[in-house]
């Protein structure tokens, strides 16, 4: 049974850090891109960033730019997010989300078959 388990998540002062991680047990999926996704009360789901197989390749949302940064270790099946520079419009339910689809550059919800429970982040001003 795939499990995807995210934490890390927290409150934190505008400004300041986080780093968020996924751990994958019931499948590897060292093959495979994956993504965050995040979700504030009353909005849709949102695409945050991406990170190819062997992590040599990341792609983001513009508001993360230059803040966020993706990285996995594919060695201990696990996924990570490095928040920096945090907003308040940063707070959201973060969710890991691994895709089977090998193409490359995709953003949309409806594209990832697998996904955690999510990691609640909350920013204050």
């Known amino acids: 049974q795939v499990q995807l388990v995210e934490s890390g998540g927290g409150l934190v002062q505008a400004g300041g850090s986080l780093r968020l991680s996924c751990a994958a047990s019931?499948?590897?999926?060292?093959?495979?891109?994956m993504a965050w996704f995040r979700q504030a009360p009353g909005e849709e789901r949102e695409f945050v960033g991406a990170?190819?197989?062997?992590?040599?390749?990341?792609y983001y949302t513009d508001s993360v730019k230059g803040r966020f940064t993706i990285s996995r270790d594919n060695a201990k099946n696990t996924l990570y997010l490095q928040m920096n520079s945090l907003k308040p419009e940063d707070t959201a339910v973060y969710y890991c989300?691994?895709?089977?689809?090998?193409?490359?550059?995709?953003?949309?919800?409806?594209?990832?078959?697998?996904w955690g429970q999510g990691t609640q982040v909350t920013v204050s001003s």
């Open positions: 989300a691994v895709t089977l689809n090998k193409r490359w550059n995709l953003r949309r919800a409806l594209d990832f078959d697998y």
């Open positions: 019931g499948h590897t999926f060292s093959t495979n891109t």
């Open positions: 990170i190819s197989w062997s992590g040599s390749s990341t």
